[in-house]
């Protein structure tokens, strides 16, 4: 009997994607990135439980809200939403997603508008008034495999909505339409843009932009729901070396949602900083060389009195925002 070697070869390959398509999350970063911490931004987001599905449900919510993900009684898998009262979805755009012009609203109320600044003000004793936040609703990342079930496009926004019994019309589903549709929306000259909706994802992403060599960074807050305060840069800066980051913005989503962007223009700091009431952050921070291409009237521009394209345009990044970059 003649054997034929490339069906075999097929089948071998098969078994490995499958089994790579169901370790844990925080086991395939391990797989993947052996030499690379993975910041507690993103362990906090991780579900309690993520070797898969079985009958039990596996809940993937943070606390009284989130995705809980199970198996019904005639096997089918389903999904719900609890969406948690302590975490209100923002009405204003991402301030971080460039296209958008910040509103009066946001210019008066956004705690993130205290995190632009100019680079020039980056060096130590350097004081600035600013507000740590996470800027999402805190919810849990679920695993590629059950992700991956669940649909994701405008195109089919009613079944989502249905998945998630959520009401057409309702703050909730304005908020994941817009997520969606900025996922959806090409990326800006000079930039390559994905959204990840899952962690697996985001290191398939960002690794294929930086290899695999990578540190992985978000800002630290050594005290819980730090107030708006007065942060003195300390010694000990660091800027990271080249200039090619992978940054990924956490977007408000039943589940954890990031929108990545790969840049060859942006420089990444690490800042340390003291606060008045004795705070400790480790904060990253983005400077962007070449912002003419965002939108005249973005936040960062009107909040700093300058114009796109004149000077570089930094930002401290929120608590649950992630940056990629080669080591």
Known sequence: MEFHPVPIIILISLAVVVADATVPSDVYWQKVLPNTAMPKALRHLLPEEDEGLGDEAVDVGVGGGGVSVGTGPDGSKYLWWRHHPHHPYHPWHEPFIYRYAASQDQLRDDPNVALFFLEKDLHPSKKLNLHFTKTTSGAKLLPRHVAETIPFSSNEFSDILNRFSVEPGSAEALEMKKTIEECEVPAMEGEDKYCATSLEAMVDYSTSKLGKNVKVMATEVGKEESPQQEFTISPGLT????????VCHGQNY??????????????????????????????VAACHIDPSKWNPRHLAFQVLKVKPGTVPICHFLPEDHIVWTSK
């Open 239 to 246: 800027k990271m070396v080249g200039d090619k980051r992978v």
């Open 254 to 283: 039943p589940y954890a949602v990031f929108h990545c962007h790969a840049s060859h223009a942006t420089k990444a700091y690490l800042v340390p900083m003291v606060g008045a009431d004795g705070t400790k952050v480790k904060a």
